[in-house]
């Protein structure tokens, strides 16, 4: 066997203690808690995942994302019940922002409250329209498989409406290529859900759903200008707007990267939340293009992540309207064209040609559309020995990813199912409780972007030695996910959020990772790249069992 002959072949013995503790590095997956089922009901859905659907992109959805009886919004538990008669008041909550994340906890709150406000400082336009404040709205968008069960159970039918509308539905691996330096991920028939849509489509159809809720209502182009507090600052008792001021039993802020909260923390004697940032500077310029039923054969989705070694990379995906977003991105500082002739000049320079290929022959849509983004933001409010009741934050305004790993609605959408599932236990410490149950729902996209960002050479950060670790096993990774479907599979858990980074480094991937490496290279251990991860892997073992 070629890890007979690794052993065999290495004269250290410190390489064979790494491989024998790297066998029991594993952590215990929390996928099915991130997506507030039970284990039985995450055990079904499993199923459904993998059954595959040869005509998935199409099928009706009515009855795969069946609504459950005992689905987290269809009842309130009894504690909730005894606290709305009396022990704490719920009559009224807010939620500041009107996003994608404000939306679903508005839904959520709907279910605990008498009273919700939706309040946002842009005016909302007609469905379907690009809003001001959300400018990463004319970049590509999808909604990765834990998030769209999360979003589905909220809003049953959420899916096939968006599919009626036009939104492809597609198998992940089926109906896509992912392009890794040592070359593309195998295709088949996998179950793997993905909806591709408009930001705009999205956002229409979910704020439509909550504007039918009759105790849910939106302040638009309202601005707050900060908290309502008791005299002690112990609680927040409302918002004070550029109107009005509201009072409210709970407010939730979710109003993105620029929230304020940290500011007015601080005024009130809490202190700022720890911030950790990982600047990539990151340039991203996108354009939409006419789509056509022979192009990529079929194919929906083409994925070209950056690398350290070129530092640029490019997505395109199909929406509504047989249209394709095509984006392209680099890292450090470095540019992007937006200008058309060179956009698409730019994606010739890509590793793989499936992107130039259709936009040099398709027919463009509207002009380019270009931002910057400069660092993932994690705040650890989790951290913070003091936090005042009545007071939550969420999505983006607790973490901002890189937009290019597409996590951002989907992590959303998971933190406010824990909400709801921590609504319905009570309301005592429901700060506290939040932030540690989400910090273990940021954790896995956090390491997941976090650890992508700095591989790239010039990233701005310290990379651990458990991250060169594991970025030096990803390469080995996605080169035996070229012909092993296996492979193919346990990384797309983790990159649908359903599984922890950790349990790619389960015994049985890493024996198929291993294998899949030539015996020639096994006995040949002279590189550079395999004596450095060696190394390191002695160092990351040794030290997460010290």
Sequence with gaps: MVIVAFLLVSPSSEVINAWNLMIEFQLVSRNYKMTGMSSAEWQQYHVFLHRGSSHMATATITGIFKPRENTPLSTRTHEAQAERKGRVSRERGIVMGGSMAGLVTARILSDHYSEVIVVEQDAFGPFGEHRRGVPQSRFPHGVLASGLHTLEGFFPGLTQEAVNRGAPLIDRIRDAHWCFPKGEHARFESGFLELLLSRPLLEGLVRERVRRLTNVQFREGCQVIGLLTTSDSRRVTGIRTNAAELAADLVVDA???????????????????????????????????????????????????ATPATGKGGIMVAQEGNSWIVAVNACCGATVPTELGAFIDFTRTLPVPYIYDVISQAEPIGEAHATRFPANVRRRYESMKRFPEGYLVLGDAICSFNPVYGQGMSV????????????????????????????????????????????????????????????????????????DPSLVLAFQKVSNLQASPSSLLTPGVIMRVFLAVPVQSAVRRTSKSFARGLSTLAEVVRASFT
Excluded: C
Excluded at 268 to 294: C, L, Q, T
Excluded at 415 to 441: K, P
């Design 412 to 483: 959303a959408a998971l933190e406010a199912a824990a909400l709801n599932r921590l609504l319905g236990r009570g309301s005592t410490d429901l700060a506290h409780r939040f932030f540690r149950q989400i910090a273990d729902i940021v954790d896995i996209p956090w390491s997941i972007a976090a650890g992508n960002d700095l591989r790239m050479s010039r990233a701005v950060g310290s990379e651990t030695p458990r991250a060169r670790f594991f970025n030096w096993y990803m390469t080995k990774l996605h080169s035996a996910a070229r012909h």
């Design 255 to 305: 109003t993105g990267r620029g929230s304020r909260s940290p500011t007015w923390l601080e005024a009130m004697g809490y202190g700022r939340p720890a911030e950790e940032k990982i600047e990539v500077n990151r340039a991203i310029s996108a354009r939409r293009f006419r789509r056509s039923p022979d192009h990529l054969d079929g194919a929906l989705f083409v994925a070209i992540p």
